[in-house]
Protein backbone atom coordinates (compact mmCIF):
# COMPACT_ATOMS: atom_id res chain seq x y z
CA UNK A 1 0.00 0.00 0.00
CA UNK A 2 2.52 2.30 1.54
CA UNK A 3 4.85 1.85 -2.17
CA UNK A 4 1.76 2.04 -3.88
CA UNK A 5 1.09 5.56 -3.20
CA UNK A 6 4.93 6.47 -3.52
CA UNK A 7 4.98 4.91 -6.41
CA UNK A 8 1.74 7.26 -7.84
CA UNK A 9 2.64 10.20 -5.92
CA UNK A 10 6.04 9.69 -8.05
CA UNK A 11 3.94 9.41 -11.13
CA UNK A 12 1.69 12.50 -10.11
CA UNK A 13 5.17 14.57 -9.52
CA UNK A 14 6.93 13.81 -12.85
CA UNK A 15 3.05 14.29 -14.86
CA UNK A 16 3.17 17.75 -12.66
CA UNK A 17 7.04 18.47 -13.52
CA UNK A 18 6.27 17.77 -17.48
CA UNK A 19 3.17 20.34 -17.59
CA UNK A 20 5.12 22.54 -15.82
CA UNK A 21 8.13 22.61 -18.45
CA UNK A 22 5.01 22.10 -20.97
CA UNK A 23 4.03 25.36 -19.74
CA UNK A 24 7.33 27.15 -19.24
CA UNK A 25 7.97 25.79 -22.95
CA UNK A 26 5.22 27.85 -24.72
CA UNK A 27 5.95 31.41 -23.01
CA UNK A 28 9.56 31.07 -23.50
CA UNK A 29 11.70 28.65 -25.35
CA UNK A 30 10.25 26.00 -27.41
CA UNK A 31 7.91 27.75 -29.01
CA UNK A 32 9.00 29.99 -32.17
CA UNK A 33 8.30 33.40 -30.66
CA UNK A 34 9.72 36.42 -31.76
CA UNK A 35 11.41 39.34 -29.05
CA UNK A 36 12.25 42.61 -29.96
CA UNK A 37 15.72 42.51 -28.21
CA UNK A 38 16.54 39.22 -29.95
CA UNK A 39 20.01 40.66 -31.32
CA UNK A 40 20.87 42.85 -27.81
CA UNK A 41 23.62 40.59 -27.34
CA UNK A 42 24.41 39.08 -30.11
CA UNK A 43 24.23 42.65 -32.01
CA UNK A 44 23.65 45.41 -29.94
CA UNK A 45 24.29 47.66 -33.35
CA UNK A 46 22.04 45.68 -35.93
CA UNK A 47 19.31 47.96 -35.29
CA UNK A 48 21.59 51.53 -35.98
CA UNK A 49 22.87 50.13 -38.28
CA UNK A 50 20.14 48.90 -40.20
CA UNK A 51 18.44 52.53 -39.71
CA UNK A 52 21.63 54.66 -41.34
CA UNK A 53 21.23 52.70 -44.05
CA UNK A 54 17.60 53.14 -44.63
CA UNK A 55 17.98 56.96 -43.79
CA UNK A 56 20.93 57.08 -46.47
CA UNK A 57 18.53 55.48 -49.30
CA UNK A 58 15.66 57.25 -48.77
CA UNK A 59 17.79 60.61 -48.35
CA UNK A 60 18.72 59.50 -51.79
CA UNK A 61 15.54 58.29 -53.50
CA UNK A 62 12.50 58.99 -51.24
CA UNK A 63 10.25 56.59 -53.10
CA UNK A 64 12.05 54.22 -51.71
CA UNK A 65 10.57 54.55 -48.12
CA UNK A 66 7.45 53.14 -50.27
CA UNK A 67 9.44 50.00 -51.97
CA UNK A 68 10.99 48.93 -48.72
CA UNK A 69 7.85 48.73 -46.89
CA UNK A 70 5.96 46.49 -50.02
CA UNK A 71 9.00 44.08 -49.90
CA UNK A 72 8.29 43.45 -46.30
CA UNK A 73 4.28 42.28 -47.63
CA UNK A 74 5.54 40.88 -50.29
CA UNK A 75 7.74 38.80 -48.50
CA UNK A 76 5.41 37.95 -45.39
CA UNK A 77 2.75 36.35 -47.43
CA UNK A 78 4.61 34.16 -49.38
CA UNK A 79 6.13 31.18 -46.72
CA UNK A 80 5.69 33.85 -43.91
CA UNK A 81 7.82 36.80 -43.58
CA UNK A 82 11.27 34.38 -43.96
CA UNK A 83 13.40 36.28 -46.57
CA UNK A 84 12.11 34.00 -49.31
CA UNK A 85 11.31 37.44 -51.82
CA UNK A 86 14.81 38.02 -51.91
CA UNK A 87 15.98 35.11 -53.58
CA UNK A 88 17.19 35.47 -57.29
CA UNK A 89 17.27 32.67 -59.52
CA UNK A 90 19.57 29.67 -58.71
CA UNK A 91 20.10 26.29 -59.82
CA UNK A 92 17.28 25.21 -56.74
CA UNK A 93 15.71 28.27 -56.76
CA UNK A 94 12.77 30.11 -58.88
CA UNK A 95 12.68 33.60 -57.61
CA UNK A 96 9.18 35.28 -56.67
CA UNK A 97 10.57 37.74 -58.89
CA UNK A 98 9.29 36.39 -61.57
CA UNK A 99 5.75 36.37 -60.04
CA UNK A 100 3.12 38.38 -61.47
CA UNK A 101 2.64 40.62 -58.96
CA UNK A 102 6.15 41.31 -58.55
CA UNK A 103 7.74 41.16 -62.00
CA UNK A 104 9.22 44.49 -63.03
CA UNK A 105 7.14 45.72 -59.91
CA UNK A 106 9.18 45.24 -56.58
CA UNK A 107 12.19 46.65 -55.98
CA UNK A 108 14.61 47.74 -53.53
CA UNK A 109 16.45 44.60 -53.56
CA UNK A 110 20.19 47.19 -54.14
CA UNK A 111 19.42 49.12 -50.87
CA UNK A 112 18.59 45.58 -49.06
CA UNK A 113 21.94 44.53 -50.70
CA UNK A 114 23.25 47.70 -49.10
CA UNK A 115 21.51 47.73 -45.40
CA UNK A 116 23.18 43.74 -44.83
CA UNK A 117 26.54 44.32 -46.26
CA UNK A 118 26.50 47.37 -43.43
CA UNK A 119 24.81 44.96 -41.18
CA UNK A 120 27.20 42.32 -41.82
CA UNK A 121 30.32 44.44 -41.24
CA UNK A 122 29.58 45.01 -37.52
CA UNK A 123 28.75 41.21 -37.28
CA UNK A 124 28.75 38.92 -39.46
CA UNK A 125 26.08 35.81 -40.03
CA UNK A 126 24.04 36.93 -37.14
CA UNK A 127 21.18 39.18 -38.67
CA UNK A 128 18.57 37.93 -40.57
CA UNK A 129 17.36 39.12 -44.42
CA UNK A 130 13.66 38.65 -42.65
CA UNK A 131 14.40 41.11 -40.24
CA UNK A 132 16.18 43.54 -41.81
CA UNK A 133 13.12 43.99 -44.02
CA UNK A 134 11.26 44.10 -40.93
CA UNK A 135 13.11 46.37 -39.43
CA UNK A 136 13.71 48.45 -42.31
CA UNK A 137 9.85 48.79 -43.13
CA UNK A 138 9.75 50.72 -39.96
CA UNK A 139 12.31 53.08 -40.41
CA UNK A 140 11.25 53.62 -43.79
CA UNK A 141 7.53 54.36 -42.50
CA UNK A 142 8.92 56.89 -39.57
CA UNK A 143 11.43 58.74 -41.87
CA UNK A 144 8.49 59.76 -44.22
CA UNK A 145 6.47 60.76 -41.15
CA UNK A 146 4.51 58.03 -40.60
CA UNK A 147 4.24 55.58 -37.47
CA UNK A 148 6.98 53.72 -35.57
CA UNK A 149 6.39 50.87 -33.91
CA UNK A 150 8.37 48.29 -31.97
CA UNK A 151 10.22 45.16 -34.17
CA UNK A 152 9.75 41.75 -32.48
CA UNK A 153 13.02 40.14 -34.02
CA UNK A 154 14.70 36.63 -34.47
CA UNK A 155 12.78 35.30 -37.86
CA UNK A 156 15.67 32.88 -40.11
CA UNK A 157 15.69 32.86 -43.71
CA UNK A 158 14.55 30.63 -45.96
CA UNK A 159 16.48 28.18 -47.90
CA UNK A 160 13.49 27.48 -50.83
CA UNK A 161 11.21 30.72 -52.59
CA UNK A 162 8.21 29.60 -54.35
CA UNK A 163 6.92 31.48 -57.13
CA UNK A 164 3.76 29.68 -57.47
CA UNK A 165 2.76 30.94 -54.00
CA UNK A 166 3.73 34.39 -54.48
CA UNK A 167 0.72 34.35 -57.20
CA UNK A 168 -1.45 32.50 -55.44
CA UNK A 169 -0.99 34.23 -52.10
CA UNK A 170 -0.28 37.97 -53.44
CA UNK A 171 -3.48 40.35 -54.14
CA UNK A 172 -3.56 41.55 -57.23
CA UNK A 173 -4.69 45.68 -57.92
CA UNK A 174 -8.09 43.69 -60.53
CA UNK A 175 -9.07 42.27 -56.84
CA UNK A 176 -12.74 43.07 -55.81
CA UNK A 177 -13.24 43.70 -52.06
CA UNK A 178 -14.15 39.65 -51.57
CA UNK A 179 -11.07 38.51 -52.78
CA UNK A 180 -8.88 41.00 -50.97
CA UNK A 181 -10.48 39.98 -47.66
CA UNK A 182 -9.92 36.43 -48.44
CA UNK A 183 -6.11 36.92 -49.27
CA UNK A 184 -5.68 38.48 -46.02
CA UNK A 185 -7.33 36.37 -43.96
CA UNK A 186 -5.89 33.10 -45.29
CA UNK A 187 -2.93 35.45 -43.86
CA UNK A 188 -4.62 35.14 -40.40
CA UNK A 189 -5.06 39.52 -40.78
CA UNK A 190 -8.88 40.93 -40.50
CA UNK A 191 -10.58 43.20 -42.41
CA UNK A 192 -9.32 46.10 -40.09
CA UNK A 193 -5.47 44.68 -40.50
CA UNK A 194 -6.29 45.22 -43.97
CA UNK A 195 -7.61 48.12 -44.61
CA UNK A 196 -4.74 50.10 -42.32
CA UNK A 197 -2.33 48.20 -43.84
CA UNK A 198 -3.57 49.40 -47.36
CA UNK A 199 -2.86 52.80 -45.73
CA UNK A 200 0.87 52.20 -46.75
CA UNK A 201 -0.46 53.17 -50.35
CA UNK A 202 -0.57 56.51 -48.61
CA UNK A 203 3.18 56.79 -50.22
CA UNK A 204 4.72 55.07 -53.67
CA UNK A 205 3.82 55.14 -57.29
CA UNK A 206 2.35 52.50 -59.26
CA UNK A 207 2.44 51.81 -63.34
CA UNK A 208 -0.12 52.67 -65.99
CA UNK A 209 -1.01 48.62 -66.43
CA UNK A 210 -2.19 48.11 -62.88
CA UNK A 211 -4.96 51.34 -62.80
CA UNK A 212 -5.89 51.80 -66.75
CA UNK A 213 -8.51 49.86 -66.58
CA UNK A 214 -9.66 51.41 -63.67
CA UNK A 215 -9.14 55.31 -64.97
CA UNK A 216 -11.20 53.86 -68.04
CA UNK A 217 -13.77 51.39 -66.88
CA UNK A 218 -14.74 51.82 -63.67
CA UNK A 219 -18.32 53.67 -62.13
CA UNK A 220 -16.72 54.43 -58.86
CA UNK A 221 -14.20 56.84 -60.69
CA UNK A 222 -13.89 60.53 -60.18
CA UNK A 223 -14.43 61.86 -63.54
CA UNK A 224 -11.61 64.68 -63.38
CA UNK A 225 -9.32 62.44 -61.61
CA UNK A 226 -9.80 59.68 -64.38
CA UNK A 227 -9.22 62.09 -66.77
CA UNK A 228 -5.91 63.56 -65.38
CA UNK A 229 -4.66 59.84 -64.43
CA UNK A 230 -5.86 59.02 -68.17
CA UNK A 231 -3.28 61.37 -69.79
CA UNK A 232 0.20 59.37 -69.13
CA UNK A 233 -2.09 56.16 -69.57
CA UNK A 234 -3.32 55.53 -73.03
CA UNK A 235 -5.96 52.88 -73.17
CA UNK A 236 -4.50 50.70 -75.10
CA UNK A 237 -2.27 47.90 -73.66
CA UNK A 238 1.08 48.20 -74.55
CA UNK A 239 1.45 51.75 -74.42
CA UNK A 240 3.12 53.48 -71.74
CA UNK A 241 2.32 50.30 -69.55
CA UNK A 242 5.02 51.21 -67.28
CA UNK A 243 4.56 55.30 -66.84
CA UNK A 244 4.34 55.93 -63.30
CA UNK A 245 1.37 57.51 -61.18
CA UNK A 246 1.20 58.49 -57.67
CA UNK A 247 -0.66 55.77 -55.31
CA UNK A 248 -1.96 59.15 -53.22
CA UNK A 249 -2.49 61.99 -55.49
CA UNK A 250 -2.15 64.48 -52.70
CA UNK A 251 1.01 63.52 -50.52
CA UNK A 252 3.07 60.80 -52.49
CA UNK A 253 6.12 61.71 -50.46
CA UNK A 254 4.60 61.53 -46.89
CA UNK A 255 3.04 59.06 -44.89
CA UNK A 256 -0.25 60.82 -43.61
CA UNK A 257 -4.18 59.88 -43.97
CA UNK A 258 -4.83 61.04 -47.64
CA UNK A 259 -5.19 57.79 -48.84
CA UNK A 260 -8.24 57.13 -47.21
CA UNK A 261 -9.60 61.08 -48.03
CA UNK A 262 -9.10 59.93 -51.62
CA UNK A 263 -11.23 56.70 -51.45
CA UNK A 264 -13.73 59.18 -50.02
CA UNK A 265 -14.14 61.36 -52.89
CA UNK A 266 -13.38 57.79 -55.24
CA UNK A 267 -10.03 59.09 -56.49
CA UNK A 268 -8.23 55.35 -55.18
CA UNK A 269 -6.02 54.87 -57.86
CA UNK A 270 -5.92 51.10 -57.95
CA UNK A 271 -9.51 49.18 -57.94
CA UNK A 272 -8.54 47.10 -54.88
CA UNK A 273 -8.17 50.95 -53.58
CA UNK A 274 -11.27 51.74 -54.27
CA UNK A 275 -12.87 48.63 -53.24
CA UNK A 276 -12.37 49.06 -49.31
CA UNK A 277 -15.17 52.16 -50.11
CA UNK A 278 -17.66 51.83 -52.20
CA UNK A 279 -20.08 54.49 -50.25
CA UNK A 280 -22.16 51.59 -49.92
CA UNK A 281 -22.64 49.94 -46.53
CA UNK A 282 -19.93 47.31 -46.79
CA UNK A 283 -17.99 46.49 -44.13
CA UNK A 284 -15.08 48.20 -44.49
CA UNK A 285 -16.50 51.63 -45.51
CA UNK A 286 -16.76 52.75 -41.37
CA UNK A 287 -13.00 51.91 -41.71
CA UNK A 288 -11.73 53.70 -44.08
CA UNK A 289 -13.83 56.91 -43.06
CA UNK A 290 -12.59 56.26 -40.06
CA UNK A 291 -9.23 56.30 -41.18
CA UNK A 292 -10.00 59.66 -42.97
CA UNK A 293 -11.43 61.31 -39.95
CA UNK A 294 -9.09 60.25 -37.70
CA UNK A 295 -5.48 60.01 -38.69
CA UNK A 296 -3.85 58.92 -35.23
CA UNK A 297 -6.20 55.53 -35.23
CA UNK A 298 -4.84 54.94 -39.02
CA UNK A 299 -1.54 55.46 -37.08
CA UNK A 300 -2.00 52.45 -34.45
CA UNK A 301 -3.57 50.53 -35.99
CA UNK A 302 -1.28 50.19 -39.01
CA UNK A 303 1.55 50.00 -35.94
CA UNK A 304 -0.33 47.00 -34.93
CA UNK A 305 -1.33 45.38 -38.25
CA UNK A 306 2.99 45.61 -38.82
CA UNK A 307 3.54 43.72 -36.05
CA UNK A 308 1.10 41.23 -37.00
CA UNK A 309 2.33 40.89 -40.24
CA UNK A 310 5.40 40.71 -39.23
CA UNK A 311 4.69 37.27 -37.21
CA UNK A 312 3.46 35.45 -40.12
CA UNK A 313 5.18 31.92 -39.84
CA UNK A 314 8.81 32.87 -38.60
CA UNK A 315 11.09 30.20 -39.11
CA UNK A 316 12.75 30.39 -35.70
CA UNK A 317 15.19 28.28 -33.51
CA UNK A 318 17.51 26.16 -36.26
CA UNK A 319 15.13 26.19 -39.07
CA UNK A 320 16.31 28.24 -41.95
CA UNK A 321 19.65 30.03 -42.16
CA UNK A 322 20.99 33.31 -41.77
CA UNK A 323 21.87 34.10 -45.58
CA UNK A 324 25.87 36.14 -46.17
CA UNK A 325 23.65 37.06 -48.82
CA UNK A 326 20.12 38.04 -49.13
CA UNK A 327 19.91 36.83 -52.36
CA UNK A 328 21.45 33.40 -52.42
CA UNK A 329 20.66 30.64 -49.73
CA UNK A 330 24.61 30.07 -48.58
C1 LIG B 1 -4.79 45.26 -50.39
C2 LIG B 1 -4.19 44.65 -51.38
C3 LIG B 1 -3.07 45.28 -52.15
C4 LIG B 1 -2.98 45.32 -53.50
C5 LIG B 1 -3.96 44.74 -54.50
C6 LIG B 1 -1.77 46.05 -53.81
C7 LIG B 1 -1.31 46.28 -55.10
C8 LIG B 1 -0.30 47.16 -55.41
C9 LIG B 1 0.07 47.53 -56.75
C10 LIG B 1 -0.58 47.00 -58.02
C11 LIG B 1 1.07 48.43 -56.66
C12 LIG B 1 1.78 49.12 -57.81
C13 LIG B 1 2.89 48.22 -58.32
C14 LIG B 1 3.45 48.67 -59.64
O1 LIG B 1 2.74 49.32 -60.40
O2 LIG B 1 4.62 48.32 -59.93
C15 LIG B 1 1.36 48.61 -55.25
C16 LIG B 1 2.32 49.44 -54.75
C17 LIG B 1 2.62 49.56 -53.41
N1 LIG B 1 2.09 48.79 -52.39
FE1 LIG B 1 0.45 47.64 -52.52
N2 LIG B 1 -1.16 46.42 -52.65
C18 LIG B 1 -1.90 45.97 -51.61
C19 LIG B 1 -1.60 46.09 -50.27
C20 LIG B 1 -0.43 46.63 -49.79
C21 LIG B 1 0.05 46.49 -48.46
C22 LIG B 1 -0.63 45.66 -47.37
C23 LIG B 1 1.21 47.20 -48.37
C24 LIG B 1 2.15 47.36 -47.22
C25 LIG B 1 1.83 47.23 -45.95
C26 LIG B 1 1.44 47.78 -49.67
C27 LIG B 1 2.47 48.63 -49.98
C28 LIG B 1 2.66 49.18 -51.23
C29 LIG B 1 3.57 50.28 -51.48
C30 LIG B 1 4.33 51.04 -50.43
C31 LIG B 1 3.57 50.49 -52.86
C32 LIG B 1 4.42 51.49 -53.66
C33 LIG B 1 5.75 50.83 -53.97
C34 LIG B 1 6.75 51.68 -54.72
O3 LIG B 1 6.50 52.84 -55.01
O4 LIG B 1 7.83 51.12 -55.01
N3 LIG B 1 0.45 47.39 -50.51
N4 LIG B 1 0.51 47.81 -54.52
C1 LIG C 1 -12.98 48.46 -71.02
O1 LIG C 1 -14.01 47.50 -71.15
C2 LIG C 1 -14.25 47.08 -72.48
C3 LIG C 1 -15.45 46.18 -72.47
O2 LIG C 1 -15.32 45.15 -71.55
C4 LIG C 1 -13.00 46.41 -73.03
O3 LIG C 1 -13.18 45.99 -74.34
C5 LIG C 1 -11.84 47.38 -72.97
O4 LIG C 1 -10.65 46.73 -73.35
C6 LIG C 1 -11.67 47.94 -71.56
N1 LIG C 1 -10.66 48.98 -71.58
C7 LIG C 1 -9.68 49.06 -70.68
C8 LIG C 1 -8.70 50.15 -70.85
O5 LIG C 1 -9.58 48.29 -69.76
Redesign the pocket.
Known amino acids: MMMMMMSSCRINNIAVMVLLIMAYCNMKYCEAQLSPDFYSNSCPKALSTIKNSVSKAIAKER?MA??L??L??HDCFVQGCDGSILLEDSATIISEQNAL?NF??V??FNVVDDIKSAVEQVCPGVVSCADILAVASRDASKYVGGPSWTVKLGRRDSKSASKDLAEANL???F?DLNA?LS??ARQGLSARD?VA??G??T?????C??FRSRIYNDSNVDGGFASTRRRPCPPVTGNGDGNLAP?DLVTPNSFDNNYFKNLLRRKGL?H?DQALFNGGSSTTDGIVSGYARNQASFYSDFSAA?VK?GDISPLTGSDGEIRKFCGAIN
Not at 203 to 207: D, N, P, S, V
Open positions: RASIRHFQKSRGPIADLSFMLSAHIGMAQITLLSMM
